[in-house]
């Protein structure tokens, strides 16, 4: 069925890092867009970091130079690297799967793929 499982979420301080993995349940194949997304407790959900089948990845400006999203096309499993954490960091962190290339995607509210979520809590 395609579940997206996250881990890796955490509690550290500023400065710190943490690593994420999205683990899916069955192979796929074609183009597709994988995407980390995260909620803060009161706030809209917001991308963070997207990558296309071809390796392809775009990030949102407030995590640009700090994190960094790859995919193990061996293992079906997505990452996302962040460091230099900062509070504002601090959210649920989704991972969601959509088909067609990343560039194409207009809203992933209809995305057939999403993991239960994983924390992330950043302190000052």
């Known amino acids: 069925q395609g579940d997206l499982v996250e881990s890796g979420g955490g509690s550290v301080q500023s400065g710190g890092s943490l690593r994420l993995s999205c683990l899916a349940s069955i192979n796929f194949y074609g183009r597709y867009c994988m995407g980390w997304f995260r909620q803060a407790p009161g706030k809209e959900r917001e991308g963070v970091a997207t990558i296309d089948s071809d390796g392809a990845t775009t990030y949102a400006d407030s995590v640009t130079g700090r994190f960094t999203v790859s995919e193990d096309k061996a293992t079906n499993s997505l990452y996302l690297q962040m460091n230099s954490l900062k509070p504002e960091d601090t959210g649920m962190y989704y991972c969601?799967?959509?088909?067609?290339?990343?560039?194409?995607?207009?809203?992933?509210?209809?995305?057939?793929?999403w993991g239960q979520g994983t924390q992330v809590t950043v302190s000052s």
């Open positions: 969601a799967r959509i088909w067609g290339e990343c560039r194409y995607v207009t809203t992933w509210d209809g995305a057939p793929f």
